[in-house]
């Protein structure tokens, strides 16, 4: 069964950081694209990020500049580190592995990716 979990939501001001992790359970995310997608109340579910196997990783303008992905391979983690954050990226974020080691030009597609976490909730205060 393959599973991911997200972690490191929290409430925050802005300006503020925080990092989510990503981990898998049942498969080996090594190999994969795996991204990170947010949701904001009534809003539409976006891409935010995504790294490929080689650890390259693509953002969406929005948090260009503000946001890194990486990945430990050793733990079998993805991170999202945020930092100058924003009341506009308040909502709940979701990591996502695709099947393939590239992420592509698609990387923004969210049936692109399988598997998905439950999601952790960012929350930001002005």
């Known amino acids: 069964h393959l599973q991911l979990a997200e972690s490191g939501g929290d409430s925050v001001q802005a300006g503020g950081s925080l990092r989510l992790s990503c981990s898998a359970s049942?498969?080996?995310?090594?190999?994969?694209?795996v991204a990170w997608f947010r949701q904001a109340p009534e809003k539409e579910r976006e891409a935010v990020a995504a790294?490929?196997?080689?650890?390259?990783?693509k953002y969406a303008d929005s948090v260009k500049d503000r946001f890194g992905v990486s990945r430990d391979s050793g733990e079998n983690v993805v991170y999202l580190q945020m930092d100058s954050l924003k009341p506009e990226d308040t909502a709940t974020y979701y990591c996502?592995?695709?099947?393939?080691?590239?992420?592509?030009?698609?990387?923004?597609?969210?049936?692109?990716?399988?598997?998905w976490g439950q999601g952790t909730q960012v929350t930001v205060s002005s």
């Open positions: 049942g498969f080996d995310l090594r190999g994969k694209c």
């Open positions: 790294i490929n196997s080689g650890g390259y990783g």
């Open positions: 996502a592995a695709a099947l393939t080691p590239s992420c592509e030009a698609s990387w923004y597609i969210a049936r692109r990716y399988s598997s």
